[in-house]
């Protein structure tokens, strides 16, 4: 509930324009601890399974879905393993950077399940549909340089480097039209939720006219013609 209320908090917060998701141990995130519930499982234990296993995953879906709902760019810092339902939070930030001893797995196949919490929407989409069946299919572990060989980091970095190049990219988009911004994450999602052109286009379209509207736009053509650096304001 802490974190999902946070989240809600920086959705509010007009000053936070970007927000960075790391871990806060030496992993990144291996979703809900369920290894005391999987237990019971092998010890044949009574009752229903599912909903001792599910207990702790409808905090994360909520999490994942704030993250890709949230109008604005969210950047997954990967200091660690990613791993299960982990995985799929790294998955639904919009742009990740993984330090060089990143790790990330799909194992719920070793475990007789298939990735939940939006893994198998989100990686097919990253990665393409082979490179996705591939990972969810063998439940293989795979180290930074492959995440970002197939695309499915944006950049790694030294371990110790990994806050300050995400920083590092953090103030850049700040200094971008937080309006357009808003808008432009919008368009990619939902172009990745509908696939279709037209419409999409259309919606493109619809939400550059509301752009125009902006100080920000304005002043983006202001700078352009005076050869000079903008300045947002996010009006």
Same mark, same amino acid.
């Given at each position: ?36 519930? @999987?237990?019971? $499982? ?14 702790? /995953? ?5 999490? $994942?879905?704030?993250?890709? &709902? ?42 007789? @399940? ?8 989100? @990686? ?34 030294? !371990? ?11 103030? /850049?988009?700040? /200094? ?12 990619? =999602? ?9 419409? !999409?286009?259309? =919606? ?13 736009? /304005?002043?983006? $053509? ?12 996010? &009006?």
């Amino acid at each position: 509930e802490e974190t999902t209320d946070a989240i809600n908090e920086i959705g509010k917060d007009e000053n936070t324009k970007v927000l960075i998701v790391t871990g806060a141990g030496r992993g990144f995130s291996s979703g809900a601890d369920v290894r005391q519930e @999987l237990a019971k $499982v092998a010890e044949g234990a009574s009752g229903s399974v599912f909903e001792r296993i599910m207990q702790g /995953k409808p905090s994360i879906v909520t999490i $994942v879905l704030q993250l890709r &709902r949230l109008d604005k760019p969210v950047i997954g810092a990967i200091n660690g393993i990613a791993a299960g339902a982990g995985f799929s939070v790294a998955l639904a930030c919009d742009l990740r950077i993984a330090s060089e001893r990143a790790q990330f797995s799909m194992a719920f196949i070793l475990r007789g @399940l298939i990735p939940d919490c939006g893994g198998t929407f989100f @990686l097919p989409k990253l990665i393409g549909s082979a490179r996705a069946c591939e990972l969810i299919f063998t439940g293989d572990m795979i180290d930074a340089k492959e995440a970002e060989r197939i695309g499915l980091v944006n950049k790694v970095v030294p !371990h110790e480097e990994l806050m300050r190049a995400t920083e590092e990219l953090a103030n /850049k988009l700040v /200094k971008r039209p937080s309006i357009a911004l808003k808008y432009a994450k919008r368009a990619i =999602y939902k172009g990745f939720a509908e696939g279709d052109l037209p419409s !999409h286009l259309d =919606y493109e379209v619809s939400l550059n006219r509301m752009c125009m509207d902006t100080e920000d736009f /304005k002043e983006g $053509v202001r700078s352009f013609l005076e050869k000079r650096e903008p300045i947002f304001k996010g &009006r």
